[in-house]
């Protein structure tokens, strides 16, 4: 069994459409953009939400994590990039262009520095600690092409551009001058475009418009120099038979496979990279169909393309999103207890467990003497705390920081408290009840107020309406007949 995805396994609830996503460098966190701009955080183990962004206005359109999962970059169709505070849940910053985003990226060694490609624009540097911005200028090195694709290498070394003519232009992140410039083919000019890049190992996948996915040795293709010479990839990979054009590519940890989702069908294709054969297809119509009956009830989820894909950095799982849905895939897990248990034994059907004598008492009585004296030593003591290190994840030229302090900026955040964090509980306790009891009684007061206030509006209408209802009253009074008064007459 390989290493790859093999089945349907469930998909992320969210109350929104996703359109992409995206995992940390340790694949503890996901990142799930949707249409109406905001971006969840899942906490990948539990599969449930850690925080909420009300990012852009409009559908995001990218997302990159920094490597200490700390900062999270979105772009948007609305035309903006913003950085966010992870743990904090607020926004850092925040750059405006004049079009839609069609990728922005931080550079995984120095979260400073920020690649954004605008549609129908060059490619454009930002350093975030001296707020200056430099476009890569093809035209310099002799090409008048758009920017299709742009991408760094893993060591954050290089910056790595593909053209709409099939060229490889590759510069340096510091003084951004060209390394290399090379072509996929010397016949035809296809446009790239998208470009993966491995995890370990420095191999570089490009998808381009001739359905063919290539695999190059990052290696060769700088030593290929600045001449324009058609460099041969290490691996072609196609349908030969259905002439599929493909869509977006994410390769495994170590590039030995890579995945590649179909550009009008919501299918996937994983290759070997070695052989150039393909292991599996995957279908999102069909798994939906087995086990998500009532999903596809509503006709809209059928057919429509997959818009992204994502394959976790350490583990055989892959993110697809399809319909605003995020799928999870992962391979066939088959459980074998004997391998545990030598002496377990597998039941077709239930049966009646007769005790054994002796089995739940405290002491055998009927053991052997020599059994009874027999010590059972102790285990090994496990550690549950520290933490290994991992090759998939760490390079060999950096140090390694593997605290869990989340109050550390400099720490990798390997995950998200649900809670908020609470420095003095007993403080903050009273200083919530103090605020409890001061908004109370600030409730009441406006409460005193406007009851006055209505007492005093009804006492007023009753005095301007009492005179008009006295004269009403004394009208009303029947007037007595009888002789009238006799006049007082003086003595």
């Not at 700088?222 to 349908?239: C, H, R, T, W, Y």
């Not at 994502?310 to 583990?315: G, M, S």
């Amino acid at each position: 069994m390989g290493s790859y995805p093999e089945e349907f396994d469930g998909f992320l609830e969210l109350a929104a459409q996703a359109n992409y996503c995206k995992f940390n460098r340790l694949g503890t966190l996901i990142a799930v953009g949707t249409m109406d701009g905001r971006v969840f955080i899942f906490d990948f183990i539990a599969q449930s939400i850690s925080r909420i962004f009300n990012a852009h206005v409009q559908s995001i359109s990218s997302l990159c994590w920094s490597r200490n999962s700390r900062k999270l970059l979105t772009g948007s169709v609305d035309g903006c990039i913003a950085i966010w505070d992870v743990l904090l849940n607020q926004q850092l910053c925040i750059i405006s262009f004049n079009a839609s985003i069609l990728s922005t990226l931080i550079n995984p060694r120095n979260e400073n520095q920020i690649l954004t490609l605008p549609l129908g624009f060059l490619p454009i540097i930002h350093n975030l600690q001296t707020g200056t911005s430099v476009k890569l200028d093809l035209k310099s090195v002799g090409i008048e092409e758009s920017v299709s694709a742009v991408v760094f290498d893993r060591r954050g070394q290089y910056i790595i551009v593909g053209t709409s003519k099939g060229h490889i232009v590759i510069y340096n992140v510091i003084d951004l001058k060209t390394v290399a410039i090379c072509k996929q083919s010397a016949r035809f000019l296809n446009q790239i475009k998208n470009i993966a890049i491995t995890r370990r190992k420095d191999f570089i996948y490009t998808n381009s418009q001739d359905h063919i996915i290539r695999c190059y040795d990052f290696n060769q293709l700088l030593d290929s120099g600045i001449f324009m010479n058609a460099v041969e990839p290490l691996q072609k990979f196609e349908d030969n038979i259905g002439k599929t054009s493909w869509q977006f590519i994410c390769t495994s940890i170590d590039g030995s496979y890579v995945c590649a989702t179909a550009s009008k069908r919501q299918s996937m294709y994983i290759w070997e990279k070695n052989t150039g054969t393909i292991v599996k297809e995957l279908s999102v119509d069909k798994a939906w169909k087995e086990k998500l009956p009532k999903l596809l009830q509503n006709t809209a989820y059928f057919g429509n393309p997959i818009t992204d894909v994502q394959w976790h950095p350490t583990k055989p799982v892959i993110l697809t999103v399809s319909s605003g849905v995020v799928s999870i895939w992962t391979q066939v897990f088959v459980e074998n207890w004997s391998a545990f248990a030598p002496d377990f034994i597998a039941l077709e059907e239930n049966r009646k467990y007769v005790e054994r004598e002796s089995e739940f008492d405290f002491e055998d009585e009927d053991a052997d003497i020599v059994e009874q004296d027999v010590k059972i030593e102790d285990e090994d003591a496990i550690d549950v705390v520290g933490i290994e290190h991992v090759p998939e994840v760490f390079s060999s030229d950096e140090s390694l920081d593997l605290s869990t302090d989340i109050k550390n900026p400099n720490n990798q955040l390997w995950f998200l408290p649900v809670n908020s964090i609470i420095d003095n509980p007993e403080v903050d306790l009273l200083q919530l009840i103090s605020a409890a009891e001061s908004k109370k009684e600030t409730n009441l007061k406006v409460k005193k107020e406007r009851n006055m206030k209505v007492k005093k509006e009804r006492i007023d209408e009753v005095i301007e309406n009492c005179p008009s209802s006295i004269d009403r009253m004394i009208q009303s009074i029947p007037k007595k007949r009888g002789r009238p008064p006799k006049p007082k007459t003086k003595q």
